[in-house]
């Protein structure tokens, strides 16, 4: 069956401007979750959505990080206002439920801000 | 909060020979997942220890739980280029919303 799709698979975009990211998890997954990855670097949590209640949103490293999760499927991770040190590649995962299941991840999107 | 504490952050090893990464935790674990990830790929989901003590191999690869729920490990023997990449350990933490909580990841590196 289908994984979870991510895109863009590559963005790049200009210091300033503001770049929205789109993440299709797989189907009936209640769990969505956003990470970033520098290169070489281990998995930054960004933000988690499961089910109908509130995200959890600690790791946004700022106020112009946001996320949405709409009808329970798709999610998007909207960076306003891009800096360079935004550069990194952002992973998408989702997973069965709230307990213990393994996640599923995207290729990812690998955004660059020149 | 919790911290998973994940060892060596790198190996390099010849290949044939073995590797074996390390996580340690102060606090008891709940679950330890391990995943690996390729090089210019995404984290992939190997397998998951739940049982205190518990042992589960895949072919050449040996995941352990430790007695104490504090401590996990990956080995894998007679290490082969298809192994290569990175391999992380993550806690399934109740004390943080079901959050999983990541290693920093230990790279293998096959020396040429």
């Known amino acids: 069956g289908a994984g979870v799709s991510q895109s863009p698979s590559n963005k790049v975009t200009e210091k300033g401007k503001d770049v929205e990211l789109r993440c299709d998890p797989i189907s009936g997954h209640t769990a969505l979750y956003w990470y970033r990855q520098s290169l070489g670097q281990g998995l930054e949590f960004l933000i988690y959505f499961q089910g109908n209640s509130a995200p959890d949103k600690s790791g946004l490293p700022s106020d112009r990080f946001s996320a949405e999760r709409t009808g329970g499927s798709v999610s998007t991770l909207t960076i306003q206002r891009t800096q360079q040190e935004d550069s990194a590649v952002y992973l998408c995962?989702?997973?069965?439920?709230?307990?213990?299941?393994?996640?599923?991840f995207g290729n990812g999107t690998r955004l660059t801000v020149t | 909060g919790q911290q998973v504490m994940q060892i060596p952050q790198y190996q390099h090893v010849q290949e044939g020979e073995d590797f074996t990464t390390y996580c340690n935790s102060s606090t008891t674990l709940s679950n330890i997942q391990w995943y690996k990830q390729r090089p210019g790929g995404h984290p992939v989901f190997l397998i998951q220890l739940v049982k205190s003590g518990e042992v589960k191999k895949q072919k050449r690869l040996t995941f352990q739980f430790g007695e104490a729920k504090k401590n996990s490990s990956l080995h894998i023997t007679a290490t082969q280029t298809t192994d290569v990449g990175t391999y992380f350990c993550?806690?399934?933490?109740?004390?943080?919303?079901?959050?999983?909580?990541w290693g920093a990841g230990t790279k293998l590196i096959i020396k040429p």
């Open positions: 993550a806690d399934t933490s109740m004390d943080s919303n079901y959050q999983l909580i």
């Open positions: 995962a989702s997973s069965a439920d709230r307990t213990n299941s393994p996640l599923h």
